[in-house]
């Protein structure tokens, strides 16, 4: 693709590598058909080849974005399938990442929207806040469910109706393996996750010491900055980053880590970034790059440890039915396809592939909270895909999905840990008593 920017437009570290995006697309629009919001609305701007159109018009400008290219990119879900497809190798990401901070430097939201964007942005990361705001949205549904609608219908929906209790696995401390040590890593416990669904990093360090891994939660670390960097602050999620970036380095010069473990894929596609994200910081693009080389997903270090050890049981306990959903950070973010698939069934379950697993759910951090109706059709068409395979259990890799999966459908949904760790002698997950 031609582009038309001035030096002096390129003299800008960003827009440079933005214009070197554009130059490879050689719009020839493969990306449109795998593109969930084209498939859904059927419009060229809300499709990769359309939205990329739309950046460089907005970038060669060098003006403020406008409400229509805010609208387009919004409907975005960042779920990077275009990139699978793409037969260009056209970094998607960083393109819309940059975009979408220049949305955010230029563009004045409807009060109401800035309103709730800060307060996600505020809340989300930070457990405490986000536990308080979820317990008062569960007390407060029962009446105001009837009177609300669009948004804030959407943000009452995520409250579950019980909420677990935080979890003493997610403090700073270290996990001793159990027998012969064969590894150390640091575990992300994450932010939103704590709250919602504990059980996952419990299972996680149960799984990992049980395997003779040893698991520091490092200190300082919290939120790896995910969820304000999709949303176009990058101020914010740089903080984040870097916090994180010196509780692991800490850990990495004291007593070593052998990776940086993580059990959410939307936040491990965030950390593979980190060296790209600061590279242009000399203050901290080496230790960036050094946390994102570290960084691995749970399934993908687990499928580079010896086999699992499996659980000598008579109960219940595997030869079940698990419809395996891939969440797009995962496939596509990080092209992980195989290890959790192939840990399943290594496991002794039964793993089906869902039909347009291609497709996203529609969570996509708090998409299913900001674009409520398009990601409650997303949601449905993923629960009707899943639902053809008759499973007993929906396995995934990401508790964005994992929450909005559940949200349409009786099937349990299950974090492939939970499967993995009942496997090998830890607990049956709760929700399938
Ligand atoms: S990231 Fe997903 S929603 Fe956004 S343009 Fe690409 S395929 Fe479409
Ligand atoms: S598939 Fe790649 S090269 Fe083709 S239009 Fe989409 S982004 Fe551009």
Request: glycine share 8%; with cysteine; net charge negative.
């Amino acid at each position: 693709m031609q582009t038309n920017f001035s030096l002096v437009q390129l003299a800008d570290p960003n827009v440079e590598e933005a214009e070197s995006i554009l130059r490879k697309c050689v719009h020839c629009g493969f990306c449109t058909a795998t593109c969930p919001t084209y498939v859904l609305l059927g419009d060229e701007l809300d499709s990769p080849r359309g939205r990329i159109y739309l950046i460089k018009g907005m970038l060669e400008k060098g003006e403020a974005a406008t409400a229509e290219v805010t609208k387009h990119l919004d409907r975005c879900l960042s779920c990077l399938s275009c990139m699978t497809t793409c037969p260009s190798g056209v970094n998607y990401m960083h393109l819309v990442d940059h975009a979408r901070n220049h949305v955010e430097h230029t563009y004045k939201r409807p009060l109401f929207e800035r309103f709730l964007r800060n307060l996600l942005s505020y809340l989300i990361p930070r457990p405490f806040w986000f536990r308080g705001a979820l317990n008062i949205a569960s007390l407060t549904k029962p009446l105001v469910k009837n009177f609300v609608s669009g948004r804030i219908k959407a943000l009452i929906d995520l409250a579950p109706k019980d909420l677990p209790a935080a979890s003493v696995v997610d403090q700073p401390q270290t996990f001793k393996a159990i027998g012969a040590k064969k590894g150390r890593v640091a575990l992300l416990s994450g932010c939103a996750q704590t709250v919602l669904a504990p059980s996952i990093n419990e299972a996680t360090v149960r799984l990992l010491t049980r395997h003779g891994i040893e698991v520091v939660v490092a200190k300082g670390v919290g939120c790896c900055g995910s969820l304000v960097h999709h949303m176009g602050k990058e101020e914010m999620a740089e903080q984040q980053m870097k916090a994180a970036i010196q509780g692991w380095m800490a850990e990495i010069e004291s007593e070593g880590l052998d990776a940086i473990i993580t059990n959410a894929s939307g936040c491990g596609t965030t950390i593979k970034d980190y060296g790209f994200m600061l590279r242009n910081d000399p203050n901290w693009a080496e230790r960036a790059a050094k946390i994102s080389d570290l960084a691995k997903d749970i399934t993908e270090y687990l499928a580079e440890l010896e086999p699992l050890a499996l659980a000598d049981k008579e109960d219940d306990q595997p030869a079940k039915i698990v419809a395996y959903h891939a969440p797009c950070s995962i496939q596509h973010g990080q092209k992980i396809t195989k290890q959790p698939k192939e840990l399943l069934t290594g496991a002794g379950f039964v793993v089906r592939d869902v039909p347009e697993g291609h497709l996203c759910c529609g969570s996509a951090g708090t998409y299913n909270i900001m674009q409520p109706e398009l990601a409650e059709k997303l949601r449905d068409r993923k629960v009707k895909n899943i639902e053809t395979l008759a499973p007993d259990i929906i396995a995934t890799g990401n508790i964005g999905c994992q929450c909005q999966i559940s949200s349409g459908t009786d099937i349990p949904v299950v974090h492939n840990v939970e499967l993995l760790d009942w496997a090998t002698g830890g607990p049956k997950p709760e929700v399938l008593d």
